[in-house]
């Protein structure tokens, strides 16, 4: 597909564009598109729209990408080459590839409707999620929400099946609290404990007692919450001297039994217990949230059965995405090609994949804006 191959040649690794939304632009543009740059900060944005009143749906999506990594490619990473009927490349597949697909479908569906579609339909392209997810998604809903511009549904592209188009769409994601301990201890010689107050036997106590601790056991929906312990550090390089402070670094992968407050709040209960002077700093990059199965979840179901012969399964699972931003303001769900190869060397998916996605929006177009 000439449109993919062509923003896989924009070397966008998050946060710059080099050129990528200007692709964008000038392809939707040409079809009828309003198109509208949005900048904040240091990162580009695109929201685009076509048709008059409330967008009925709205396509979201990112064009930064993560870096290629070390010299595993058999292709240049950024060269979108096709070979033996596989696109290969840095954001084949996530996800310059379902960019390229919707624009495609959208493409058609305007076709058949001699360019005057019977509602209204919007792209919210961010280059910012792969990064630090500031000046991206989140600031574009916020003037979205200022000039009337929220859809009634949002579908994010990104590659949310297992092992084949159509198995899988996501309607929820866990939240994620990141924690950095800080435990403060009395610096001395081991051979006169008494003297001192060792921080690390507070810490080490302190990780057992939260890993012991059972968060849920999971709902209707999601799996049981995570905690998992990613660091510990002391930076003591002598045997003998017990350390003024030790800190570790944990992360809480939380179901919508959980917020992040919530969770703060027993982090911070937990750590005073054993640690009366500590330090506790605390980041959510995004809360649990759950796109109620319904009307419209069916009907996006429906679609892309239809479409691809597959009836999807309803998935809460993996990391987190911008849907965590859209979830504030609007119905979303998340599909897009099979994910096997995102962010790996050789990132690559086939062609006819690509066409089998876009038959596949095509139909969830004719469902939502039809």
Not at 74 to 95: H, K, N, Q, T
Not at 261 to 279: D, F, I, K, M, N
């Amino acid at each position: 597909m000439a449109l993919a191959a062509a923003l896989i040649r924009c070397p966008s690794i998050a946060p710059e564009d080099n050129g990528a939304q200007a692709v964008l632009a000038e392809v939707l543009g040409a079809l009828g598109f309003s198109c509208t740059p949005l900048r904040f900060g240091v990162v580009e944005n695109l929201y685009a729209r076509i048709g008059e009143g409330r967008p009925a749906l709205c396509f979201a999506g990112h064009t930064d990408v993560v870096p290629p990594g070390g010299t595993d490619w058999s292709v240049e990473p950024f060269a979108g080459v096709i070979r033996d009927g596989v696109l290969y490349g840095r954001g084949a597949v996530d996800m310059k590839g379902n960019i390229a697909a919707f624009i495609a479908a959208a493409a058609a569906w305007l076709d058949r409707h001699g360019g005057r579609p019977p509602a209204a339909l919007s792209l919210l392209i961010t280059g910012d999620e792969e990064g630090e997810a500031v000046d991206g998604t989140v600031k574009v809903l916020d003037w979205m929400a200022e000039r009337g511009e929220i859809p009634g549904f949002c579908l994010v592209g990104e590659p949310t099946c297992i092992d084949r188009l159509g198995d899988t769409v996501k309607i929820g994601r866990r939240g994620s609290l990141t924690a950095r301990i800080v435990v403060e201890g009395t610096q001395g010689h081991v051979a006169y404990p008494g003297r001192a107050d060792n921080p690390v036997h507070r810490l080490v106590t302190l990780l057992s007692d939260l890993i012991a601790r059972k968060l849920d056991h999971g709902t209707a929906w999601f799996e049981p919450s995570s905690l998992q312990i990613t660091t510990i550090d002391v930076g003591n390089p002598a045997s003998n001297v017990i350390p003024g402070h030790a800190s570790a670094t944990l992360n809480i992968r939380f179901n919508d039994r959980h917020t992040a407050a919530s969770l703060g709040a027993w982090l911070g209960e937990a750590v005073a217990a054993h640690a009366p002077r500590h330090r506790l700093e605390l980041s959510c990059s995004g809360e649990a949230f759950l796109t109620e199965p319904g009307e419209a979840v069916e009907r996006l179901v429906a679609a892309i059965e239809a479409a691809t012969g597959v009836r999807p399964r309803l998935d809460t699972g993996g990391g987190t995405s911008d849907a965590r931003f859209i979830a504030r303001h609007c119905p979303v769900a998340e599909f897009g090609l099979v994910g096997t190869t995102m962010h790996k060397a050789d990132e690559h998916v086939p062609v006819a994949e690509l066409g089998a996605l876009v038959r596949a929006y095509g139909s969830v177009l004719d469902a939502f804006c039809g």
